[in-house]
């Protein structure tokens, strides 16, 4: 083993029909765009696609457990009609079909679909239950979580009726979710998301579970920590490794000798491994006792529809929905931008942005007509790993799905999910959520954030979207309208931090004035730029209309997609619109009435001149 002396391997796109793969540590490369892994090396090969995808799979079970979790701790015991290896299978069997979806004609990037965190808070909110979070921390003493004790709560018929409701939320949430898709709605609002809107989000998402993975964490600190030091040093420190030349090259290369950096592309499945072992040698009782708790398990079982219960469509369930559908739409795209940083991709046109909502709420619908609680949407810690290993690939996320869809027919063998320590939960959390903190804080050197507007947009969004949810878990009684759906959806909305900080830096950032320079539009490049990078704007919409561009059997139906839902389809896009254009002077406001022409520069005072 050697360690090479070049900088890091970096993300290159590989084209349209294998995406994305690491690449090799050359010299000095004229173009890197032509530098990808499929242009020198060819498509990432099936062996390290294979542990890429088991890297990714296990990334999805910690949070699908992690979710499942933290319902079923604030429900009764013995509520469940149906086992909780059953719950996860059906799960797991909707997250593997969203994600091949997803992958396939969504918005084609390689997106693991999982049971979000956005969907939890409206669960917990219809079952009459303060969310799982009253942790007690005096000095280093581990948390609690409670469950409703007292005289007044809700017999376990209710408990059956408020699960349903659960299920129904669900699915109007999906049909929400596939009806905005369907008109291109979010694929115009995400035309107005500049820097200062993606930045308060990723932010915001990074911190919004910090308190549920500290919670899992405290089950036991010792194991947490060694393993998010095991996965720092391997992806960090040993990043740059290289290993003797790899078995898996191509023929087409065998007069090329290939290094790998092992130890960063396998820097979660290698130290996940070793802290599961060593748990097990210990004989740590550290597993979810909710999940793996002795139950009647099929080997195989064909998940289909309302197998159980029928989802309850109330007022209540109606309002939920809608909560759900936004947060998880709003969580959606910022992890679309985010998954297109990481992978050194322009942003999604307004097409792929469509196409992935739409499908992603499908996959909701189905996950609320299986009996699942949580719907499905693009996973922050599956993309933060993609980061993490410097490494993504179309047939990895395919992989990822078909696996999952296999494994979900099993209930038998998903149980064995709810073997995965507590402190794994948490240790995986934990590092995954830093990488999305940290793209989010690297987005405000696109604007200047120097300007006095700025600041202002910056420091509200984020102060504001976790103070409010805060507040209303301490004072639940202070919103109470006298309507119960109107309550349900307004506490809803307003104990989700990734919506709250997505409406409001939508918000303020396209209704307070600024030049597009102030607001990180693209329009100037700072001086250390090379002249190839002058030139990516064009370079990028090219590489944009090969990336997102749909499969070819597709291609060929565009034709004859009825004009309401032509914006599913690519389209030639007015070369003005495109970021990179000729910065124009003055300032704009996208959604102000009369500021979309432009102002006196003397209108306003910059305080930071």
């Not at 994305?20 to 490369?29: E, G, I, R, S």
């Not at 499929?38 to 296990?58: D, E, I, M, R, V």
């Not at 989700?496 to 607001?519: D, H, V």
């Not at 690519?570 to 704009?588: I, K, R, S």
């Amino acid at each position: 083993m050697s360690r090479s002396q070049s900088p890091p391997t970096q993300l290159r796109s590989v084209g349209s029909q294998e995406a994305l793969a690491p690449l090799p540590t050359q010299p000095a490369v004229q173009n890197p765009s032509s530098s990808s892994w499929a242009s020198l090396w060819g498509p990432p090969p099936w062996g390290l696609s294979c542990l890429l995808a088991l890297q990714h799979f296990l990334v999805l079970a910690s949070v699908l457990c992690a979710s499942h979790l933290l319902l079923l701790r604030s429900l009764p015991p013995g509520i469940l009609s149906y086992s909780p290896a059953h719950l996860l299978a059906s799960s797991l069997f909707s997250c593997g079909v969203s994600t091949t979806l997803q992958t396939w004609m969504g918005s084609r990037l390689p997106l693991v679909q999982v049971p979000s965190f956005e969907f939890l808070a409206p669960a917990l909110m219809l079952t009459n239950q303060k969310p799982p979070l009253a942790i007690q921390t005096p000095g280093n003493s581990s948390g609690t979580l409670h469950l409703c004790e007292r005289p007044g709560c809700h017999s376990l018929e209710l408990w059956n009726n408020s699960l349903r409701e659960v299920s129904g939320a669900v699915v109007v949430s999906g049909l929400l979710q596939g009806t905005l898709g369907l008109l291109g709605a979010p694929g115009r609002l995400f035309r107005h998301c500049g820097p200062l809107v993606l930045a308060p989000s990723l932010v915001v998402a990074g911190l919004s579970i910090h308190r549920e993975v500290a919670l899992f964490c405290s089950s036991h600190w010792g194991m947490a920590l060694l393993l998010i030091l095991l996965m720092v040093v391997c992806s960090q420190h040993l990043g740059s490794c290289q290993l003797p030349p790899c078995p898996w090259r191509p023929a087409s290369t065998s007069s090329t000798r290939t290094c790998m950096p092992a130890f960063r592309l396998l820097s979660v499945v290698v130290p996940v491994a070793c802290v599961w072992v060593i748990s097990a040698l210990l004989g740590l009782s550290i597993i979810p006792w909710e999940l793996s708790a002795p139950s009647e398990a099929l080997w195989f079982w064909l998940p289909h529809p309302v197998e159980w219960v029928w989802p309850s469509l109330t007022p209540r369930a109606l309002a939920a929905g809608i909560s759900m559908a936004l947060a998880a739409s709003i969580s959606s795209l910022a992890c679309y931008a985010l998954c297109g940083q990481l992978l050194h991709l322009p942003s999604p046109p307004p097409h792929a942005c469509s196409r992935g909502l739409g499908l992603e709420g499908l996959g909701s619908v189905l996950a609320g007509l299986l009996g699942s609680p949580l719907g499905t949407a693009s996973s922050f810690p599956n993309v933060s790993t993609v980061g993490l290993v410097q490494a993504g690939s179309r047939r990895v996320a395919h992989l990822v799905g078909l696996f999952c869809m296999g494994l979900g027919l099993s209930p038998k063998l998903t149980r064995l999910l709810a073997t995965i320590p507590l402190p794994v939960l948490g240790g995986v959390l934990a590092v995954t959520q830093a990488v999305v903190l940290g793209t989010g804080f690297s987005n405000f050197h696109l604007a200047d954030i120097d300007s006095g507007r700025n600041v202002f947009i910056v420091g509200f969004c984020i102060f504001m979207a976790l103070l409010l949810p805060r507040w209303l878990r301490d004072t639940p009684v202070l919103l109470s309208t006298g309507w119960s759906p109107l309550d349900v959806l307004l506490r809803s909305l307003l104990i989700e931090p990734i919506f709250l900080a997505g409406f409001l830096s939508f918000l303020l950032e396209n209704t307070i004035p600024g030049t597009r320079l102030e607001r990180g539009l693209g329009q100037g490049l700072p001086s250390s730029f090379t002249a190839q990078e002058v030139q990516r704007p064009q370079k990028s919409k090219q590489k944009a209309a090969q990336e997102y561009e749909l499969p070819v059997p597709l291609q060929n139906l565009c034709p004859c997609i009825p004009q309401p839902i032509r914006c599913l389809c690519p389209l030639l896009e007015d070369p003005g619109n495109e970021e990179g254009g000729p910065a124009e002077p003055g300032e704009t406001a996208d959604l102000l009435p009369g500021f979309g022409a432009q102002c006196p520069r003397s209108s306003r005072d910059l305080w930071s001149h």
